[in-house]
């Protein structure tokens, strides 16, 4: 009689990784698909690169709107209600047509003082609107 020989090596104990791996990619499409992808918001400023030259003589004058740390709003060395920005431009640019409107704003003032600045300056059809950071003496007195 012959013995059986029992096979050490047998191919039906090992796991079949096919099923497991289906799931994997299953799952990972559906992560994809359910997760949801956020849309940053942010301003579009205008913000000119630091220039050391002054500007020359004969250059024509900006009108120069300021925002201190605390959201006050400056027009000629006065301070101005939010909703009079419009107004106050307007008069400044009957006498100065083609003066670009430069909104100086300190680094701790919101956004909201910034844009509702801005919004008025491109209401009163200001030609350009430009943001710059608040000197270091503005910062120092306000």
């Known amino acids: 009689m012959r013995r059986k ?10 796991i079949d990784l096919t099923p497991m791996l289906d799931v994997v990619f299953i799952m990972l499409i559906f992560f994809i698909v359910t997760a949801s992808f956020v849309k940053e918001v942010g301003l579009d400023t205008n913000v000119p690169e630091p220039n050391d030259q002054p500007p020359p ?4 004058p900006n009108i120069v709107v300021r925002l201190s740390q605390n959201n006050e709003i ?3 060395n006065r301070r101005v209600d939010e909703r009079a920005i419009r107004s106050n431009i307007e008069r400044l640019r009957a006498e100065l047509p083609n003066a670009t409107v430069i909104i100086q704003a300190h680094a701790q003032a919101d956004a909201s003082a910034y844009v509702a600045a801005a919004d008025a300056a491109r209401a009163a059809k200001a030609p350009s609107v430009v943001l710059v950071p608040a000197p270091e003496e503005l910062r120092a007195t306000r």
């Open 5 to 14: 020989k029992s096979r050490s090596g047998d191919d039906s104990n090992e």
């Open 57 to 60: 003589p004969d250059a024509e």
């Open 74 to 76: 400056w027009i000629d």
